[in-house]
């Protein structure tokens, strides 16, 4: 597998865009905020990452999409515009993009409407709005992508697990250019007290944007977070032959099950280090080859733990650059495995690695190299850089990266 990576489009707690997001993860600036709504303050959680900057789309567009398709289409739209916007036959072009819970905004909304004010007060865009296939629906609409329109959903996996079957498309010939990425807008009562209910989440209202601590000794569980991120695939004779920027080279994907328990990572880290192993043996490339992990990274304390086991378990004594950038935007869900993907592109590219945030004192038990603090070079030549993506259900991808 060799595919390049040709735009980028990202909207985050941290920003709208990816240049106000990187400065804000090369910042180690925190999008994490409570929640300023009435009824979070009956919440045993009320805080989260929202959105940096409102979807910008006009009155009309807005009304006739769901969160999560709203911030997938700035995403996208951003991707698209930084390729270039380039000229494809629609017969070669496809549209792959996942979510973990779909559009749970409108549909729990809707329901307060029928019980509220009837069936006739239902809107006839409630079911293309609550789809999860939604979001790839409306993407795939606005660029004519006739090649294939798929939607992943494999919880947090989700985002990460669009960029491996975007791959797949272009290696098994359907498509020369595919827009890959993830998406989420999950910030509802229901869905954070369900959350909540799990213990989950990470319940220091006194101290929102210290509450996300990956590694930390002291972390208590993840912060909800709602975004979206999107990434422009393309075969590398496509790419080259209009002259495109590269930033760099997906060059392998792992996916994998832990076969353990519907919530609870596998203690010995098994599944997760098979798809790292299996990304790595896609792109020909070796654990000594790895500068640099983008990791799942929640905050939760056996999350933490169990990727921290599969990392040393996947690549031996290989000490990569390790960070967790789920410490400041939150966890996005479906979105985060596509959003980090963007993350892990750019670090490539810029040869940088984000600190991960509130990282004060590191879990002895985590035995790798955690950055933090200020950002870390990464060495000059060839690299090879993974993201992690791990979701409910046991469901693993790893996504192995090359510079150009």
């Known amino acids: 597998m060799h595919i390049a990576i040709t735009g980028l489009g990202v909207t985050t ?12 993860l090369l910042a180690g600036r925190s999008g994490i905020r409570a929640l300023p709504r009435e ?12 959105l940096a900057e409102e979807p910008p789309l006009d009155r009309v567009e807005a009304r006739r999409l769901d969160r999560s398709q709203q911030s997938a289409m700035v995403a996208s739209r951003e991707a698209w515009a930084d390729a270039g916007s380039p000229e494809v036959d629609p017969l070669r072009m496809g549209t792959v993009i996942g ?21 006739s007060r239902i809107s006839p865009l409630t079911v293309p709005m609550l789809m999860p296939n939604g979001p790839a629906a409306v993407v795939g609409l606005a660029h004519n992508a006739a090649a294939g329109v798929h939607a992943p959903v494999s919880a947090c996996a989700s985002g990460a ?14 498509a020369d250019v595919v827009i ?29 944007s210290a509450a996300s601590r990956p590694y930390d000794i002291d972390r208590d569980g993840f912060v909800m977070g709602e975004g979206a991120g999107a990434l422009i695939l393309e075969s590398e004779e496509h790419a080259r032959a209009r002259g495109a920027r590269i930033y760099a080279y997906l060059i392998g994907a792992g996916l994998t099950a832990d076969a353990h328990h519907i919530a609870q990572p596998d203690p010995e880290g098994r599944g997760a280090a098979r798809a790292i192993q299996a990304a790595l043996a896609d792109g020909e490339a070796s654990a000594e ?22 990392i040393r378990l996947a690549l031996g004594s290989a000490q ?82 090359r510079s150009a």
């Open 289 to 310: 080859d790895v500068v640099h992990v983008n990791a799942h990274a929640t905050s939760t304390p056996q999350g933490d733990s169990a990727e921290a086991v599969a």
């Open 99 to 119: 979510t973990g819970i779909g559009g749970v905004i409108t549909l729990l909304d809707a329901y307060d409407v029928l019980k509220e004010r009837g069936p």
């Open 13 to 24: 707690p941290v920003g709208g865009d990816v240049a106000t997001s990187w400065a804000a």
């Open 39 to 50: 009824w979070a303050q009956d919440l045993p959680v009320r805080f989260a990452g929202t």
């Open 180 to 208: 890959a990425g993830g998406t989420e807008a999950p910030i509802h009562p229901l869905t954070m007290a369900g959350f909540a209910a799990m213990r989950a989440l990470s319940t220091r209202n006194d101290d929102p």
């Open 320 to 401: 990569p650059a390790v960070t967790g950038t789920k410490s400041m935007t939150g966890h996005m869900l479906g979105a985060a495995g596509a959003a980090e993907s963007v993350f892990t592109v750019l670090a490539l590219h810029h040869r940088r690695v984000p600190p991960t945030a509130n990282l004060d004192h590191q879990d002895p038990s985590i035995d790798l190299d955690v950055v933090h603090g200020e950002p870390r070079q990464l060495p000059e030549g060839e690299c090879v850089a993974l993201n992690n993506s791990f979701g409910f259900g046991g469901h693993d991808v790893a996504l192995a990266f």
């Open 161 to 174: 697990e669009a960029v491996a079957v975007a791959a797949r498309m272009i290696t098994d010939g359907r």
